[in-house]
């Protein structure tokens, strides 16, 4: 009898890829005969590395080596040749809809992701918005694999096993634990200006954070040029910050280092989702965007969402149109205070649990 073998295609953005952890590890685990493929950019591999015995990683470099119709039709074959039982497309976009297509016609078992967009529509429509939640990505991505024959319960904690070792690999690169210091991650940036908490404001954040924890260490995340020398600026001023991306040098370290941390500052972003990947608690800063939306990190809080309630909000599903007010008031009206107190009553859960 053929052993079942299913691909999972899910190309980008990196906070996407992310969500689709928790619910390859429940697939994994719930059916462990099941050898599972996941196809996606060459980044995500520290996703998936020994996430479970059953499931493998392909890498696919769409810009060069797969690009347009002619490298789609070369990563084809290449996928033909694992002999798959059943493809499940979780990204339903071009490139993965081509694939699918050739799937379909080649009579393999296909199914895609539903993501509910007449309802995303009606959450930031202006003029007669729906401000009620949306049904979780988690579990928009569970659905294409029920429909596949595989119907999971979501059950997950960590890609890290709970006494995981690998943070003695980064203790020469960043030091090791002081008593009572706190560790706290503040990942400022996101893809677009609607997701970004004004940098004047997350500074004296990042001021009041240090005048109430004066002994805690901070770690910035973030990887363009201009984050870095933004980060650079406040390492002179506070001597107390990390800027992560110099530091460290690969998403597997900085996954090992977010395990470790206390708490995670981040906008509607990529690393609210890693920390979210390590069991790490998460101070999440929404502004044009919004968790109904259905993109909150697996299994954090909307209790630590910190957002304003303005009538305009959500006015966009990934942050990316322009402010119809072109005052950003959704996030220049949280105050640092805000945050700070999310951050506190964490780490005062954190000490009582101690």
């Not at 952890?21 to 059916?31: D, E, K, W």
């Not at 590395?49 to 290449?78: C, Q, S, T, W």
């Not at 979210?276 to 630590?304: E, K």
């Amino acid at each position: 009898m053929k052993t079942e073998h299913l691909l999972i295609i899910r190309f980008s953005a990196m906070g996407d890829v992310a969500m689709t952890v928790p619910v390859i590890y429940s697939l994994a685990q719930q059916y462990p005969q099941l050898r599972i493929s996941v196809l996606s950019r060459p980044y995500a591999q520290a996703f998936f590395d020994n996430l479970a015995p059953n499931v493998d990683f392909m890498a696919a470099d769409l810009k060069h080596e797969y690009r347009k119709i002619r490298g789609l039709n070369k990563l084809y074959r290449r996928l033909t040749a694992k002999q798959f039982t059943a493809v499940a497309d979780f990204h339903d976009t071009l490139r993965s809809k081509y694939l699918r297509m050739r799937f379909f016609m080649d009579r393999f078992k296909v199914a895609h992701i539903d993501k509910h967009r007449s309802e995303k529509r009606k959450l930031i429509d202006h003029q007669n918005k729906v401000l009620k939640p949306i049904q979780s990505a988690f579990q928009n991505y569970a659905d294409v694999l029920s429909e596949l024959g595989y119907p999971i319960k979501l059950n997950f904690n960590s890609i890290f096993p709970t006494n995981n070792e690998a943070f003695s690999s980064l203790i020469p690169k960043i030091g090791n634990y002081k008593e009572n210091e706190k560790w706290i991650g503040l990942a400022p940036f996101a893809a677009h200006t609607g997701k970004i908490y004004p940098l004047t404001h997350m500074e004296q954040t990042l001021q009041g954070l240090l005048k109430k924890y004066p002994t805690a260490r901070i770690f910035l995340f973030g990887g363009s040029n201009q984050e870095k020398k933004v980060f650079l600026q406040w390492t002179k001023k506070y001597p107390s910050c990390t800027v992560v991306p110099t530091t460290l040098h690969s998403l597997q370290e900085e996954l090992i280092l977010m395990s470790r941390l206390d708490v995670m500052i981040s906008m509607d972003s990529a690393n609210m989702h890693l920390a979210s990947l390590v069991n790490t608690p998460v101070v999440s800063i929404w502004g044009a965007t919004h968790p109904y939306a259905g993109f909150m990190g697996w299994n954090q809080s909307i209790d630590n969402a910190v957002q304003t309630d303005l009538p305009c909000r959500p006015c966009s599903i990934y942050g990316e149109k322009p402010c119809r007010r072109k005052d950003y008031a959704c996030l220049y009206q949280i105050k640092p205070e805000q945050i700070i107190q999310q951050v506190d009553k964490i780490l005062s859960r954190k000490d009582k649990l101690h």
